[in-house]
């Protein structure tokens, strides 16, 4: 069984290195930073994500939050990672590839969030830039999507700089902030130029 184990998918996505910044799989470690971060952020970030759950920030939650990510990444269907800078290790922000298709279709999902104090200073975009290699060489997949509101001017920055083209609009597409948001839908797929 140990033969077995060892030729296995790692439990947890590799370190990926990028232009002044490094992305890991988040560990329990993490939590005192991540907590602090999101709590200084809240404002700044419940615009633009679902709604947050009376407990998200306690230890316990971050713990089941890790299981939750384990299996995700066991079973091929998600891979998160938090966002470093490089220089002193500071916590930036998240980056998760999510909703892995494989089969005819080959895709998956990706979602980014920075605390406020690290915004608009091109740490998300050059952990999407590090990213998309690693999305069509190691995970092998054809496809990477990502959808944004249609007022947040910074994440299709994001998206654009990094080669992402728009290809429309989602009508009802998420639940963001407790109400059914249009999203404007991006993609990049493995054979497009890369920026």
């Not at 991540?34 to 920030?57: I, Q």
């Not at 994440?155 to 609009?169: M, P, T």
């Amino acid at each position: 069984m140990a033969f077995l184990r060892s030729i296995s998918k790692p439990e947890t996505p590799p370190v990926i290195l990028g232009d002044g910044v490094f992305l890991r799989g988040p560990q329990m470690g993490d939590y005192a930073e991540w907590a602090s971060l999101r709590d200084r952020s809240r404002d700044f970030l419940t615009p633009w994500e679902p709604t947050w759950p009376v407990d998200d920030l306690t230890r316990q939650a971050f713990r089941r939050r890790l299981r939750r990510y384990l299996r995700s990444v066991r079973e091929d269907q998600a891979y998160p990672f938090f966002i470093f800078r490089e220089h002193d290790e500071a916590l930036l922000g998240g980056c998760t590839l999510s909703n892995v298709q494989r089969g005819v279709q080959q895709s998956c999902t990706l979602g980014y969030w920075a605390g406020e104090i690290h915004a608009g200073k091109g740490h998300v975009t050059q952990a999407v830039r590090a990213l998309i290699p690693y999305v069509f060489e190691e995970l092998k997949l054809h496809r990477l999507q990502a959808a944004c509101l249609p007022e947040n001017e910074r994440s299709k920055a994001v998206l654009r700089k990094c080669g992402f083209h728009e290809e429309g609009y989602a009508r009802g597409y998420l639940r963001i902030n407790g109400m059914w948001r249009d999203h404007v839908v991006f993609a990049i797929l493995r054979d497009d130029p890369r920026l």
